[in-house]
């Protein structure tokens, strides 16, 4: 679906916008009837009322929505699409009230708020739609908001839909569009080529392990974005219990936040080169699956003792983050649902991210913030290295004890990262738990606008 704002010309209703300090002020000034329509619906400007303001037939004049205290947004997130979410299927344009620091961000959040997953439904979602206000680049919110509804489309199909071999086409028809060059390395290719451990971890699977190899651009720093692409983990033969495994859909939220991510710097034309490496695979159960305790030499040629074959994560993304390594571009990132450890620390809402730069750490924090895409920084805690250990290997994918898990894979991932000086990797969720404004349930980006955002600032564009 394409989410966009109302055309030009189709006849709207006014929407104004209240401050719950500013509501009195606003009062005052209206007629007597509205004040009295106001008493009766106890309408206050609290964050999210919506009151329709009728003329004296009952016809729809206008509208007012309450945007509350700065102090009550702070609780929540897209205070203008809760509003939207209660508003008749109409066409809004708003007259006043609008601050200047929330335009963009709750413009966008009512762009997201129309956002459904509607591939198996019969009936579709009907919403009220808004003219994109003057002040705001209209082209720059559409981008990042259809940038987003891809990520959120790729991570809702089920795995049956979105395959290894789907997730390839997905690439090849993105990349097609904006004129990008797109390699993959398919099956037993993945050996030949050396990338054992995606072979290793995918191989068990009737749909062929792969990487996909996007690239893009030639003005600017290179970027090179690593998502994890597994398109369903059942953990292997260390099977998950079916609780666990309920969402597993979703392990594909790191491919599909940086496959979005790149939509919206293609669409912007971003002066980056970019590069977008998604090891796609499915962990899976059969005769030639991968073992507990197998060792695999990865392409870096660190050897890997196996210890838990649910932990293939970061198995796939060390080959993809040694080849982009390979290349020393500017920056790394990494983008994985990795562990459900992250969800331990910090819930599902915030996202840990890793940085070894604080001045890049500080930008990333202050552009999720900025754009209501709140992400947290963790350490990269180096007494934690001796963890990774292996008494047989050099490295161990699932250290017992299992304390710190988000950290330690981290480190894990670093390992792979030698010649590049910065790396910044993102331990995702890449799920909605339940409604809230702008976020359905279901799958979600996050940390793909708050590096959006920082870009700029990071790579001095
Ligand atoms: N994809 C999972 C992590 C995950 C689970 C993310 C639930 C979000 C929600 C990952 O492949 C995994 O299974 N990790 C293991 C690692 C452990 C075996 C060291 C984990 O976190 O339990
Ligand atoms: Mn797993
Ligand atoms: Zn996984």
Known sequence: MTLCFAKEGTEVVPLILLEETDFNGWLVNQPTSIQNWCEVHNFKAEL??????????????????????????EKGRFALAKAASKLPKKTFEIISGLPDELAEVECLGWLLSQYTF?????????CATLIAPDCLDRERLEAVANGEALIRDLINLPASEMSPVALE????????RFDADVQSTVGEDLL???????????????????????????????????????????????????????????????AATVLGLAQMIMGLEVKVCLRVLIPAVENSVSGNAFRPKDILTSRKGLTVE???????GRLILADALALA??????LIVSMATLTGAARAAVGTDLVPFYCDNDYDAE????????????????????PYEEVLESGIADLDNAPAGGFAGSIVAALFLRRFVEHTTRFVHFDIYGWQPKQAPARPQGGIGQGARALLDAFPDLLDL
């Open 48 to 73: 999210g009322q919506v009151l329709i303001l009728p003329d004296l037939e009952g016809n729809m004049t206008s509208a007012v929505v309450g945007i509350g205290t700065a102090k009550a947004r």
């Open 118 to 126: 509607s591939r198996y439904r019969q009936c579709q979602k009907e």
């Open 169 to 176: 086409d997905v690439v090849r028809s993105i990349g097609k």
């Open 192 to 254: 030949s080529n050396n990338f054992p451990m995606i072979h290793a971890v995918g191989r068990a699977s009737d749909i062929p392990p792969r990487l996909i190899d996007l690239t893009w651009g030639t003005q600017g720093p290179a970027v090179v974005l690593v998502g994890k692409g597994v398109c369903f983990d059942t953990g292997g033969l260390n099977l998950k219990p079916g609780g666990s495994m309920g969402l597993m859909k979703k392990d594909m939220a790191g």
């Open 306 to 312: 196996v210890n838990n074959t649910d932990a293939e």
């Open 325 to 330: 390594d390979d290349a020393k571009p500017d």
């Open 363 to 382: 930008i990333i924090m202050r552009s999720g913030n900025r754009v209501s895409d709140p992400v947290w920084r963790m350490p990269f805690y180096e």
